[in-house]
């Protein structure tokens, strides 16, 4: 293995593939939700239920067990929840969907924060080692992340498309048509999404999503190297109440940090993105013109994009800078919007139901790589809690995004996300201008395994220098 990539390139691909494995169930489970799930608009307040519990979540669990069992475990224990959310889809009620819901909810922010905060130790080590910049391999590893994550929407809607295809009774009445598009409401969209596949094929399909998920745990359970394996032992040994208090106020302690109250914006826009693509372009424009049986075909176009982009924006971020990626997605969004506004869909049209979403995965390629990297580099000595915040405040924008998605019509759920987008590009910025003026110093090898330095101040020179020759071996 040495011979053709370093220890920590491979530990950036098993936890690459490990979520690739997870979200091609979960990825593929949430674009059918709104239309799958229709009723009383089950589907949709059940992603609501999500976020809503990975906003409690991020408030006190990712620094909690992150420090106490370390990134490895905290994502192979997380990756647990996701799979439950299979499980209460097989019978889908109230009871099993909101009670799933609320399980994955709790272990999504410890599993995306425990990801981050590896990927930013292992840039950090990697570029000490190397004599290189940590930031730039910082952004390259979530670039690699999320060309093989992303492409999980290829594989989860392909599943789902070709087992939904075998249903031929699957057919769009010509006269729904007129309900389509941005003049869907609430009270016009029901009879256009009266056509479902087989019950099951749908089982047939989540028997499938299981079986990958249970894949996920097991692969990043045996092949990821535990790194901070020995700052969580040290830490279950050293601290007591004092140190569950300052780890439990840790995420809220970071919102002192006015780049982080500036961040808000842009980090609750990629909650209001991704929800819109996956809830009302997915329900009001692919199932109520093509059918439900389309939908999986059209994301894979999404998920190809978005892979592809991610790997390519990872490294060309280092040659442009973020400001250029950002502004670039913020563009093709704001075109995708107005396209959406005016646009009236017809099965006869079948090349533009995948263009949006191809437009939309390059942007959001832009929002996931570069606002992780973001957050890696501006705050790399409390990666835990701000990594915390990052989930909390997207799940914020992807809760209100589904919470009002029963209640009012497209075209104002696309006006307000324009203006999400008009305020995310004025603090973000602003946060770059403050950056320049005043660069946040560079990561250097003694910070590399320092903790929150509230938390873990008593760890001496001494247990630095021993994990810091135990993880070169």
Known sequence: MKKFMSRTS????????????????????????????????MGVISLSVIYGAIILSSMFLPPI??????????IVLSMGCYVAYSFGNLAP????????????????????????????ISGNRRGQKINKKGQDLINQYFGIFFFIFQSSAVWGNLMSSLIFGQDTSIEVPE?????????????????????????????????????????????????????????????RKTKGDESFCSTFLA?????????????????????????????????????????????????????ATNSLCSFAFGRLAQYTGRIALFSL????????????????????????????????????????????????????EHKEAAFANYRMWESLGFVIAFAYSTFICLST?????????????V????????????????????DLHKPEKADLKELNDKDDKDIISQTKM
């Open 10 to 41: 491979k530990n950036v691909l098993v936890v690459s593939f490990g979520f690739l494995l997870l979200f091609t169930a979960y990825g593929g489970l949430q674009s059918l939700q709104s239309s799958l799930n229709a009723e009383d608009g």
């Open 251 to 303: 995420t809220f302690k970071l919102l002192r940090d006015p780049r982080l109250l500036l961040l808000i914006p842009l980090t609750m826009y990629s909650g209001f993105e991704q929800s819109f693509l996956s809830g009302e372009y997915t329900k009001n424009y692919v199932t109520c013109a093509l059918g439900i049986h389309y939908v999986g075909f059209v994301m894979i176009c999404f998920g």
């Open 65 to 74: 067990m992150i420090k106490n069992l370390g990134c490895k475990w905290t």
């Open 413 to 425: 759920k696309i006006y307000i996300a324009l203006a999400v987008l008009a305020l995310t590009m």
């Open 329 to 380: 997605a913020a563009v093709t969004n704001l075109g995708c919007f107005l396209g959406l506004l005016y646009w009236e869909p017809h099965p006869d049209q079948l090349g533009v139901f995948f263009v949006f979403p191809a437009l939309w995965g390059m942007a959001d390629a832009v929002w996931q790589t570069q606002t992780n990297a973001l957050y890696g580099i501006l705050f790399a």
């Open 427 to 446: 603090t973000y910025l602003y946060v770059e201008y403050n950056e320049y003026k005043h660069p946040t110093p560079p990561v250097t090898i003694d």
């Open 175 to 235: 006269e729904n048509l007129q309900f389509c598009g941005a003049t869907s409401c609430v009270d016009n969209f029901t009879v256009a999404n009266s056509t479902l596949p087989a019950r099951h094929l749908v089982n047939t399909l989540l028997g499938c999503y299981i079986g990958v998920g249970v894949l996920a745990i097991i692969f990043v359970a045996v092949f990821l190297d535990n790194i901070d394996r020995d700052l969580a032992r040290e830490f």
């Open 93 to 120: 009620g109230w009871p099993s969907l909101m009670t799933t819901s609320a399980i994955l909810g709790m272990g999504g922010s410890p599993l995306w924060s425990a990801k981050c905060t590896y990927l930013t």
